[in-house]
């Protein structure tokens, strides 16, 4: 018997979510057992307040041009439900006859996900539940990577090669440059700016993730040993880094700011270190932070993130019609070089509410830098080499004066 | 009689500047009067101590790969001369037979070339000097615009169009997002932001410049109001704004710093933004600062910027070859649709420490937003349209249910 589809996204948008959603719909358009496709607007709240969108009757030509537009076009949302919401939602998926619920989204939203998946069980009403993962912060467990990661890994490559560069032409004036990179509990995010790093004099210099605890001193030392040797200094940090005592790195606490689930809304540690490093070092330094801008930009967009983002959202909505409930799609890298993945499917358990962090292996012994074992890791995803870039060789002229004092 | 010729660059980097010198270079290797083709290492620096490279020597494939390759290849510095350097200058013009010196800078850089041009001709050096424009602020007179200025653009269009998207998507938790942009004294580069608006609902919804002084209250009333009408907001700002007293907006004074010019290095708007709409309108807020990323982006650059910028430098160098000194290439925009510009010459007098700010007709009646004429006058100069991005249509799917309170 056929059913109605319902696809909800939630949590902070990406490059790539937009792919997911294409390839949910586009392989529903196959199957005779999917009636309506339906989209719910701004996540699971779109869900509770009846806010559904027919996606059938969308142009075939925008679902496809999903693939090349970033963010979330139905709409997302942090929110965490209520015993009583489950009820509605129930309600909700009974009125309009769902059948198969796709949830795209991380640890919180697979947990929800889980959540409805027993409720209907409980209700016998019949209804599968699949979830399809999303996250920049690349911290679902068991899954080798999160569709998001590879994409916003891109930019980040990107512009801090870009960023470094800029300091190396302007480091007579603007010695320091920090770069603050997403990431709330894990380091993924700012580790991908390990890829914009071709020699060792070039940037970034000083890699901070989370995993760590961050001490000033230390800090302090690494940034004046390498300017010492270089004349300058790129550093990236996470906007989630936290000292000894477990407190977040911020210039004031006025900013902070917890949202529906209680994670605290970061910020601030670029600033904080601009003025550590002025007043301490007494060095000139300057910071970036692409902010939310990093996990939508297309334009650094990586194909593979694009194609595999598109292929685990197909995967979900055939899984659940061969009958899968309450799983979610993962992707399980089988070839490194070059990159080859397939997908598989997890039990929600045992993704829900739970964070990968970035391993020992990932970072280096001094804890201020990667290791070649997640250059390796990361590599691939990006979807291809960094742009090329021209580089002077600079055949000095021979002096013919004396040295200018 | 031949002479060499000695380029070098000045101020910040741009995504351009490095097809001026491939401009200059690839003209130079067409005039046998020029000899030997030098680049100065860190611009003014580089010739005070000497430090010449032979760009001769450089393979022509690393020079022309300088039209994709961003910031400054030769590197760069802010330096203010005193009078003793244009002394030291002299004897390093002599000592290596500098016949042309080429320099690409904003007006600062102007007015340092302007200064030489007139030492050489007091001391009987024979020296053709001329400017080559460069500046993301687009802050010089004259020119209609500068190169540099429409990939700063280009890239601002498209990421505040990335974080309006980001916004709407995840306006049921993050409500107001700051797009901070650089800009010193001049609302340009700020300004560019409003090529991401498409409709009244979308962003962004506020731009504001410091050309007007930042009133606090009103700001507040503004970003109000627009979150009542639409229950979100994305404002963009400059680094540069001040209030009525004309002090530059900040979290903290703590960052604060001059460069040598005398320049007060910028940045904490956002910060300051986000404290004030979470403290005063309780809204939730977040702000992007894309900080240096925006000038040297590549992946955003607009090709009619590349290839003004390649043009301003070989009118320069065959214009020193013809006789000209102590004046800069502009631009004259000889028609918007289809975009057409050619080349003028002007005295370096009139450019030098002048700066040329976004007027009045560029700027609305509630000095929030720009104007159509100003749209007009920024959207060739991004060498073509945005990316195409779906929207979807969003049929709404009948409800069954009573509204959920």
């Known amino acids: 018997m056929s059913h109605n589809l319902l696809v909800a996204q939630s949590g902070g948008p990406t490059a790539v979510i937009n792919s997911s959603i294409c390839g949910i719909v586009e392989e529903a358009l196959q199957h005779e057992r999917i009636r309506g496709i339906y989209g719910a607007v701004n996540g699971i709240l779109g869900v509770l307040h009846e806010e559904l969108v027919d996606l059938r009757l969308e142009d075939p030509s925008s679902i496809r041009n999903l693939m090349n537009t970033p963010s979330a076009a139905l709409g997302s949302c942090r929110y965490k439900l209520s015993a009583r919401d489950f009820d509605r939602l129930m309600e909700v998926f009974i009125a309009h006859d769902i059948g198969y619920f796709l949830y795209a989204g991380g640890n919180d939203s697979m947990d929800t996900a889980h959540k409805v998946a027993n409720l209907a069980a409980e209700r016998n009403h019949e209804l599968r539940v699949m979830g399809v993962p999303k996250t920049v912060d690349n911290d679902l467990r068991i899954t080798d990577h999160c569709p998001g990661y590879g994409s916003v890994s891109r930019f980040n490559a990107i512009a801090t090669r870009d960023s470094c560069l800029d300091t190396e032409a302007i480091y007579t004036t603007d010695t320091v440059k920090i770069v603050e990179t997403m990431g709330r509990d894990t380091g993924w995010i700012t580790a991908s700016t390990a890829l914009a790093k071709d020699t060792d004099e070039n940037g970034p210099h000083l890699i901070y993730l989370p995993e760590r605890p961050f001490i000033l001193e ?29 407190a977040f790195l911020k210039a004031s606490t006025e900013g902070i700011d917890t949202d529906k689930f209680g994670h605290v809304q970061l910020g601030g540690v670029g600033d904080y270190l601009v003025n550590v490093i002025s007043g301490k070092l007494k060095l000139k330094a300057r910071y970036d932070k692409p902010g939310t801008i990093q996990r939508v930009s297309m334009q650094c967009a990586s194909q593979i993130d694009i194609e595999e983002a598109y292929r685990v959202g197909q995967v979900a909505l055939s ?36 964070t990968k962090k970035v391993p020992d292996e990932f970072i280096n012994n001094d804890s201020n830098f990667v290791t070649k074992a997640f250059l390796e890791y990361v590599r691939p995803l990006i979807g291809g080499a960094l742009p090329h870039y021209a580089r002077l060789r600079k055949r000095t002229v021979n002096r013919k004066l004396q040295p200018y004092t």
Not at 346 to 352: D, F, I, R, S
């Open 218 to 246: 230390e800090f302090l030392n690494e940034v004046k040993e390498v300017h010492d040797r270089f004349g300058r200094v790129v550093i990236c940090v996470c906007e989630g880094l936290r000292d000894e005592s477990g």
């Open 319 to 354: 899984s659940a019609v061969e009958g899968e409930c309450d799983k979610m799609v993962t992707l399980i890298r089988n070839q490194n070089d070059p990159y080859h993945s397939e997908t598989g499917l997890v039990e929600l358990e045992e993704v829900a509410l739970k």
